[in-house]
């Protein structure tokens, strides 16, 4: 993650801003892709409802 400084530009910060959320993506994907622990169950179903939501949400914010 790059550290966004009070010294930086608007434009600076900015990019900075998009390459850490683009990581976060990144990390994000590669969770999704893993198996859940133990037997899945509908606990994990449920927890990736709420990540769906809270994606829905970022996305409208972004709109």
């Known amino acids: 993650m790059k550290e966004v400084k009070n010294s930086d530009s ?5 990019q900075k801003r998009q390459e ?7 990390h994000i994907q590669t969770k ?3 198996e859940p ?3 899945l169950n509908w606990a ?9 939501e809270l994606l829905k ?3 409208h914010f972004l709109s």
């Open 10 to 14: 608007a434009k600076t910060a900015y």
């Open 37 to 39: 622990q133990g037997k």
């Open 44 to 52: 994990h179903v449920g927890s990736l409802g709420h990540v769906e």
């Open 20 to 26: 850490n959320i683009a990581e976060k993506i990144e």
């Open 57 to 59: 949400e970022i996305d």
């Open 32 to 34: 999704l892709k893993k």
